[in-house]
């Protein structure tokens, strides 16, 4: 067919063949393209949300998580990605992340860390409601998560640290489980006389050393600083607490304990050596998976009271996004994904209640189902971040990182300071970190 129009002249009709022929080469052509750039076309790109997390210390929350990634990631056609690494390695490294403003999309922030990084924390809109689902959050964990009103990060779990002991040996002996410090002491010191079984609390640069102390400084009356911040530390109730300390060293333990870290008095109630040690549930886990025997015996107690009252040591186990976060609001909706209350619950037990739920509405979960840990219920009610009353702010972070309370305590009963000497050099540290300019 002839014509006389000058553009259908310079582009003729394409046959079916030209068409066939131009397509195939334009797509050998693309593929030749991706396969030399290494970029995958638009169509096929798949959003990554990354995550920086701890190797927990109870295996199955880390296949819990691993698996909600999994089903995070096929419900909203994505890939989360989640690094697992010691949680001693995680202080540097997201310090590091702060300081270089690359990394991970979501952080782990341990203990008070939120307070520490908050500047470079995105806020977290979704909490107000999150916590409303949920029944509610803990004081504690506003305290923790909040700056300013802000939330800055997003609590998955707190673990309690009560008391683990041998019912089997109080049995034995005809002993009650006890309920405050003094009878703590004194039935170690019999046990021990009786069986050679020793009693543990940490004495050592590591957290439980922190976990212990600071809780048996609160039973006695005594803290490191008021809520105004003003160091408190010198007082007759720092001292009650240390000489109990001291006495304790000296008649139920042994030098092993002022070179543990975090694992080692799991290690040693394990091997059978003990009769009580200051320690979160992981050992009960632990014991299930490996030394049945140790677990059929094994039991709990909230942490024990003292003149001043009784008190524990929150541990929350948090999660922040950063603002350079490259996937902001997927990693945002990653986090309320993982806390589902169904799934939730999964965890909880998974978990043998070491991931204890920072909302009020986990209280309805059945505790129950172990009874040997249904007593942790209410170890939320009477438990305090470290540095309380002062806020659980990045100097009070500081005195924990620093180990200033187990090291006070370590000089004492140690003997390498007396008891005036311990206190006024730990006096002397609090007030240089609260008088510096924040």
């Known amino acids: 067919m002839q014509t006389n129009d000058p553009l259908l002249a310079l582009h003729p009709p394409l046959s079916r063949r030209r068409v066939l022929r131009t397509a195939a080469g334009a797509t050998v052509g693309g593929l030749a393209g991706i396969l030399l750039s290494k970029t995958p076309p638009l169509y096929a790109a798949t959003r990554t949300v990354t995550m920086l997390t701890w190797n927990h210390f109870v295996a199955s929350s880390d296949e819990y998580l691993r698996q909600m990634a999994k089903d995070f990631g096929r419900e909203n056609k994505c890939q989360v990605k989640i690094d697992f690494i010691p949680h001693r390695d995680t202080y540097v490294k997201v310090a590091k992340e702060q300081e270089t403003r690359e990394g991970h999309d979501i952080t782990f922030l341990f203990f008070s860390k939120p307070q520490l990084h908050h500047e470079d924390l995105e ?34 779990f707190y673990s309690c640290m009560p008391m683990t002991y041998r019912e089997d040996l109080y049995q034995q002996a005809g002993l009650q489980a006890p ?91 394990l091997g059978g050596g003990y009769s009580w040690v200051h320690n979160a549930v992981s050992i009960y886990f632990v014991a299930k998976e490996k030394v049945p025997d140790i677990f059929q015996v094994t039991n709990h107690t909230l942490t024990p ?14 999660y922040g996004v950063w603002k350079f976060a490259k996937e902001k609001e997927l990693a945002m ?28 509405n986990g209280e309805q979960f059945d505790w129950n189902r172990d009874p040997k840990t249904a007593i942790l219920k209410d170890y ?51 007030q240089r970190i609260y008088s510096a300019k924040a």
């Open 123 to 156: 806020t977290l809109g979704f909490m107000d409601d999150l916590g409303k689902k949920l029944g509610g959050w803990y004081d504690l964990i506003r305290d923790v998560d909040q700056v300013d009103g802000r939330w800055v990060a997003m609590p998955f």
């Open 179 to 269: 309920k405050t410090w003094e009878e703590w002491k004194d039935s170690g010191k019999k046990l021990k006389e009786a069986t050679g079984k020793k009693v543990g609390i940490a004495l050592s640069q590591t957290e439980d050393a922190n976990i212990s102390l600071y809780a048996l400084l609160w039973s006695y009356g005594a803290s490191t600083a008021d809520k105004e911040r003003r160091v408190i530390i010198n007082s007759p109730e720092t001292r009650k607490a240390m000489e109990y300390m001291k006495e304790l060293y000296q008649t139920t333990m042994t030098d092993e304990v002022l070179s543990w870290d975090d694992a080692s008095n799991n290690q040693a109630f």
């Open 305 to 318: 009271q003292g003149p001043g009252g009784q008190h524990g040591t929150a541990i929350p186990f948090n």
């Open 333 to 360: 909706q990653f986090l309320q994904y993982m806390m589902e209350p169904k799934r939730y619950e999964e965890i909880f037990h998974a978990t043998l209640a070491f991931n204890a739920p920072p909302f009020k």
């Open 380 to 430: 939320a009610k009477t438990a305090h971040m470290i540095g309380w009353p002062a806020p659980p702010d990045r100097k009070a972070e500081q005195i924990r990182s620093e180990w200033i309370v187990p090291n006070m305590f370590t000089y004492y009963c140690t003997g390498r300071k007396s008891l005036d000497e311990a206190v006024s050099w730990g006096e002397a540290e609090l």
